[in-house]
């Protein structure tokens, strides 16, 4: 559309500056990660004497060695995962219902729990009163107080909500002739034709629990309960617990440079979000623009 | 065509003759819901979920007004009308919080807010696709990270313990800078950290409106001679000015909404002056020090003036010839 022999040589100046500025947005946006994965390899010498640098010349894995020497690191990831796993399941449970309810505009009722959601979007309880129903219910310290307070999100409920409705009538039609009845119809014929969107709607529930620190630091009190995000700050910002047990090594173990251990923490915090991150952008594109559609 | 079904339905379920006992609008009322009661059944968890976490809490702002105490409940506590917030606006905090709040909100809104637009216009100016491509994908990653991550690498960074940024200075010059403690620099990290986050998932959306100008808009405009920034000024930009609009409302209504987890792990005991805004407050004095009639007062403050501003903001929206979002 903006064929460049049109271009005046103010024109050209500018692309040359755009290309130049674009890659060094890019590269402002990546090489933080990769210095750390370096560093996380690095020596003590290494770190001192190159300060920034992107490949390790001697790596070394005795930070991973020394992260891992407990279970203090392994404890916090299984509780991620298991937080990430379950909640990830109430999400879709919770959602897919009862966008899939919602989503039938003869439904009684509907416009009222529709008006019910959007209110909810632009007023809360806020903070305390949250905290005070999660205490009441005897959530307290479990995992239900990070998963259930956020098992819908009233935005992922309405995008999927306008995209049930706007699936094609005729095959839910056929399946109720031949004597489907309503939950059959979802579970055999919706939610089927809905696979893309369910996956993609379900990573960024992931994400989002695999990420969640603050509900977590708030409602969990026992170290033990803590996922990955509470004890990466406890160990990287606030430098309050030891990640690693020194009397597992023999004598001869180097101790892995305080920097070092932090890097290494923090790429085992990373990694897994950039392993989803091609299954992400294959989609959220599509999810973000879904949720334009007015509903 | 889900009428006709609807007819089948009522034709079979249904006893033909109609009871004289029940108003007939009301007993198809009933019908109905006996009809639809799988959907019903999917509805529930839903709505309990709706109700419990967050109509329950709606409800719970009520001990706003009282003197709560956790073992009377919200029925037995004293009510003590507006107390709280006579208090909390006779407290010298709330200057220093709505001072702190005004200023990260207007720095957010001056140097944030525009930068997704600015990358989105530089982007669509790129013609070799690849290129454009490689940048999305790397520009998009750190909105995935969480922000415990984000904050973490500043720390790694910017430490004056090692931290590559002050090893550099401190060969340059010989001193160190502690970015991390200094009421100064609070500010500037906090939304250089989320320009770094943020700005490349920002453009998605104004990519996404520049995609759906007509080309031959460009065209028509290359035969009468205009230059490349006159097509951005009179073709692209209205293009996505209602784009703008909407989020620049967005933005406004949630103009108190300082990115509370971000602030929170920036702030340590020696910036805290700067770095305290409602939501932090709220937390310190309702969750650590158990204040929480007083913390809902002052978390019911922030949503009541929250409501105001997007009302307002959308008001104006429209007063200036936009569409609005409510």
Known sequence: ?295 | MDTTINHQADMTDLDPRPSAALPKRRRSKWAKIRKDYWLYILLLPGLAYFIIFKYLPMWGIVIAFQDFSPFLGVLKSNWVGVKHFVNFFNNPDFVRLLRNTLILGFYDLVFFFPAPIIAALLLNEIRVGIFKRAVQTMIYVPHFISMVIVASMTYVFLTTNGGVVNEIIHELTGQRINFLADPAWFRPLIILQIMWKETGWGTIIFLAALASVDVEQYEAAIVDGASRFQRLWHITLPAISSTIVILLILRLGNFLDTGFEQIFLMTNSLNRTVADVFDTYVYQVGIRQGAFSYSTAVGLFKSVVGIILIYGSNYFAKKFGHEGII
């Open chain 1, 1 to 295: 559309m903006n064929s460049s022999k049109y271009d005046s040589f103010g024109e050209r100046v500018f692309d040359v500056f755009n290309y130049l500025f674009l890659t060094l947005f890019a590269l402002v946006t990546v090489l933080p990660f990769i210095y750390i994965i370096a560093g996380s390899f690095a020596t003590e010498i290494e770190l001192i004497q190159r300060k920034f640098f992107l490949f390790p010349r001697n790596p070394s894995l005795s930070a991973y060695q020394y992260i891992f020497s407990s279970d203090t690191l392994f404890r916090s990831i299984g509780n991620s995962v298991i937080i990430t796993v379950f909640g990830t399941l109430t999400n879709l449970v919770f959602t897919l219902s009862m966008a899939y309810a919602l989503s039938r505009r003869d439904l009684m009722g509907r416009n009222f729990v529709m008006n019910l959601v959007i209110f909810s979007m632009l007023f809360s309880g806020g903070m305390i009163p949250g905290y005070l129903v999660v205490k009441e219910l005897g959530l307290l310290n479990t995992y239900g107080a990070v998963i259930l307070p956020g098992a819908i999100s009233a935005f992922n409920l309405i995008v999927i909500k306008n995209f049930f409705q706007n699936l094609p009538p005729g095959l839910e039609e056929a399946a109720r002739i031949d004597g489907c009845s309503d939950i059959g119809v979802l579970w055999r014929i919706v939610l089927p034709l809905s696979k893309p969107i369910i996956a993609t709607f379900g990573l960024f529930y992931a994400v989002g629990h695999w990420n969640n620190f603050f509900s977590a630091m708030m409602f969990l009190n026992d170290s033990k309960m803590w996922p990955l995000q509470v004890m990466l700050r406890e160990i990287v910002m606030l430098s309050q617990v030891a990640v690693g047990d020194l009397s597992a090594f023999d004598p001869e173990f180097v101790e892995p440079p305080d920097q070092a251990v932090k890097m290494a923490v923090i790429v085992v915090g990373t990694v897994p979000i950039l392993l989803v991150y091609p299954f992400l952008q294959k989609h959220f594109a599509k999810g973000v623009l879904l949720g334009s559609i007015k509903g």
